[in-house]
């Protein structure tokens, strides 16, 4: 058998040991890789690369097209992207599966029964890291939600569940609020949902969702969910099963896919032989299925419940009066080694699909339809903190001052709130402002926009954003304002 190339990554922190840890078992359970090492993370930021990772990282991952990554640090503070989000855009990498399995009763956990797979969306989101200071007390962060993006990772979620013997898809959204963006979402699901009858469906708002989810995970299968909300609950979930150190998760795009640990690079337990592999582990697992080596995958993945079993246990999971051993990363992977050709006896046997029935799943958007899109007013964001924020100073002054013709102001609000006209004195302000302004006679151009910005300059405001408002094919393309 030939060996497949793969690209390691062996991270910082514990990343070094817990990848060691994995390839040993890997290779022992006879895994056909040919591993590219690339370095990446905090040795190439301190290198003044903000990015953290080097162009030939990136001529190796084009080439081996999987991506096994142990954790990576991240400096904290301004001027650095995380390598994972960067990664997963540039790689298109839109899926991320994070199964989240309870292995009682080897491994503490109040819910014995769970055995759920989030599904979370991976490259937009408020993960677009599109953000702003816009005024002296204002900061914004831009939610992208997209419907091909929208459309794949929901998608990918049924079909994994078709795959995959599942037998519910839950979705997660907050469009009582959102009702554009999640909006988006939810209606997406439905549409898509429709099309897998033999799936059950349904959809939760994420706070009583999440609430459900933690007090009682058995009632749900497959969940999918937008960037934020799926990162907060799998990390959730994870723990809740058991621990974050047992969780590894795939992220699968077209052209390439990265296997990880769900957990964060741990640099207080660095180099000191605690740190538990597992996570990395069955990210590893994962990986094998995908590469086309699911016996591998098996013989791993059993061997590995096995010493769960047997109760040999690094410190995170070790309990007296349940662990037998408390052991090491490098002693609890030769615990693997030694368990593999071995079933667990307690634990359900994991078998994975062979030949053509295991390849990755493969998604496609639908072709987007143009509608009809008019232009029909603009909200102009301004920074003013005069008259004590006072928001009848504000649209007083607007009114007189601001004059275009085709264009009127209709409402001011500040951080959604409508505060004029009609708002009240008990509503809370600060220095960022919404002026939205709408055509007299229903449609505007954009030199009405232009000569708006121009009138507003001339009044002396500052102006530092501009949204339009569109109607598309007669449906507006803008949410109303809170009060309006």
């Keep these: 058998m030939s060996k497949t190339p793969i690209t390691v990554a062996h991270g910082d922190g514990i990343g070094p ?7 040993h078992i890997l290779h022992s359970a006879g895994a056909q890789i040919e591993i590219e090492e690339i370095v990446v993370g905090e040795k190439i930021y301190l290198s003044g690369n903000t990015a953290g990772i080097e162009p030939s990282a990136w001529d190796s991952l084009r080439h081996t097209k999987v991506f096994y990554k142990a954790p990576l640090t991240t400096p904290q503070g301004t001027g650095f992207k995380s390598i994972n989000v960067t990664t997963r855009k540039t790689l298109g990498l839109y899926a991320n599966v994070r199964p989240c399995v309870s292995y009682h ?15 979370r969306e991976n490259e937009e989101d408020l993960y677009a890291g599109i953000e702003h200071r816009q005024t002296d007390e204002v900061y914004q962060c831009l939610k992208l939600i997209t419907r ?25 959204t907050k469009d009582n609020i959102m009702k554009m963006t999640d909006g988006l979402f939810h209606k997406v699901f439905d549409e898509i949902g429709a099309e897998y009858p033999q799936i059950e469906k349904e959809h939760w708002i994420i706070d009583i969702g999440s609430a459900k989810m933690a007090d009682t ?13 799926g990162d907060v609950l799998s990390d959730v979930a994870a723990q809740i099963a058991g621990s974050v150190g047992l969780a590894g998760s795939a992220n699968i795009g077209e052209h390439a896919a990265m296997f990880e640990a769900i957990h964060g690079s741990a640099p207080r337990r660095a180099g000191q032989n605690l740190a538990n592999p597992s996570g990395l582990l069955l990210a590893g697992v994962m990986m094998m299925v995908h590469i086309g080596q699911p016996e591998v995958a098996e013989r791993v993945h059993n061997a590995w419940l096995r010493t769960l079993e047997d109760g040999i246990h690094t410190y995170d999971i070790y309990q007296e009066g349940l662990s037998k051993e408390k052991v090491g990363t490098k002693e609890f992977a030769e615990a693997v080694v030694a368990r593999l050709g071995q079933q667990p006896q307690t634990l359900s046997p994991v078998t994975y699909l062979k030949g053509e029935a295991v390849k990755p799943i493969e998604v496609r ?7 009809k899109k008019e232009l029909v007013g603009v909200d102009v964001f301004l920074h003013w903190n005069e008259e004590d924020k006072n928001p009848n100073v504000l649209g007083g002054a607007l009114e007189q001052q601001v004059k275009v013709e085709g264009v009127k102001l209709s409402m001011i609000s500040n951080r959604g709130q409508k505060v004029y006209p009609d708002g009240t004195p008990e509503t809370f302000c600060v220095d960022h402002w919404r002026c939205r302004y709408v055509g007299t006679h229903g449609s505007i151009t ?32 803008y949410s109303l304002g809170q009060g309006e």
Aim: with cysteine; charged share 25%.
């Design 17 to 23: 040991e817990i990848m060691a840890a994995c390839l």
């Design 105 to 119: 009763p080897f491994v503490r956990t109040k819910h014995p029964k769970m055995d759920l797979v989030i599904i």
């Design 148 to 172: 091909p993006g929208s459309e794949k990772i929901i998608r990918y979620a049924f079909e994994y569940a078709v795959r995959n013997n599942r037998k519910k898809v839950t979705a997660f």
């Design 217 to 229: 995970p058995e009632a749900f299968d497959v969940i999918v969910l937008p960037n934020l909300y």
């Design 365 to 371: 958007p639908s072709a987007t339809v143009p509608a």
């Design 446 to 477: 954009h030199d009405h926009v232009i000569g708006l910005l121009q009138a507003v300059r001339a009044a002396g405001f500052d102006f530092i954003k501009t949204e339009n408002l569109y109607t598309f094919d007669g449906e507006k393309g």
